[in-house]
């Protein structure tokens, strides 16, 4: 089974589109840590089956919650793959961002050797509009490592 971790704070139809997209799309089980979704999206996450819905809001950090999303993405991700860590079930799981769908090859997975720990799903992320009539249709190429270190410098 695959299982994809997230840390959503988005409208009710984002929330209802990213579970279906990645349901569709290889994903057997979602782990959506919520902030501040809604109780409509809140609902919706709890009503599906295919969907194990943590709320994160006041009480969940002890102290003070990380004020750096991919401080609390990483926390919640180690926090469910360290509940899955037991189950022979869960033998995959992803890290997705709430806008990304997980384009899962199931027969490329299934053929991987039995030693393989960790796969890396290549990301197609859309050009940044304000704005997108209909459905996304450019994309950002993937920089090669020329182009990374000349943009970190």
Known sequence: MIV?????????ANVQRFVARNLTHGVDHL???????????EALLDAHPAVTH??????WWP???????NVRQRLNANLARVV???FAWAEWLLHIDGDEVALVDRDVVAALPEQTRVLRLAPLEAVSRTS???QVTHFKRM??????SLLQV
């Open 4 to 12: 994809a971790a997230a840390t959503v704070k988005d409208s009710a």
């Open 31 to 41: 782990v959506v840590f919520t902030e501040d979704t809604g109780t409509e999206g």
């Open 54 to 59: 943590v709320r994160t809001a006041r009480g």
């Open 63 to 69: 102290g003070q919650r990380p004020p750096d999303l």
């Open 84 to 86: 899955l860590a037991p």
């Open 132 to 134: 997108w009539p209909g």
């Open 143 to 148: 920089l090669n490592p020329e182009e990374r």
